[in-house]
């Protein structure tokens, strides 16, 4: 393994798994049913309303892909693939993995 220590990644991915699930705590709200209602809803903050929703929704998506990213990185630390590249084998530099513990592939593999 390649950059900090296995607990130290360990926790990192596992503190980054928390934020994640904070933040769908926190746009909870934006995701509920939009209320069309005319009488305690104008048009246009429906219309608001609607667009919150819809990007919350895609927020949620991006998190979720962040999530299996990072329970992926977890599942390498286990078991002991962690900080290598998953195209071509190689270490992943451990700058990268200090900017995106969840990295599984190298730059090179990265860029295509």
Excluded: W
């Excluded at 949620?60 to 002991?80: C, P, Q, T, V």
């Amino acid at each position: 393994m390649l950059g900090s220590s296995g607990s130290e990644t360990h926790e990192r991915l596992k503190k980054l798994l928390e934020d994640l699930a904070t933040d769908d705590d926190l746009g909870a709200g934006d995701r509920a049913t939009v209320t069309l209602d005319q009488q305690s809803v104008g048009r246009l903050s429906r219309m608001d309303a609607m667009q919150r929703q819809a990007m919350a929704a895609a927020t949620r998506r991006r998190r979720e892909a962040e999530r299996r990213r990072i329970n992926a990185a977890l599942a390498r630390l286990d078991e002991g693939e962690y900080g290598y590249c998953q195209e071509c084998g190689e270490a992943i530099a451990p700058e990268r993995l200090e900017l995106d513990p969840a990295a599984s592939f190298c730059i090179s593999c990265a860029r295509g």
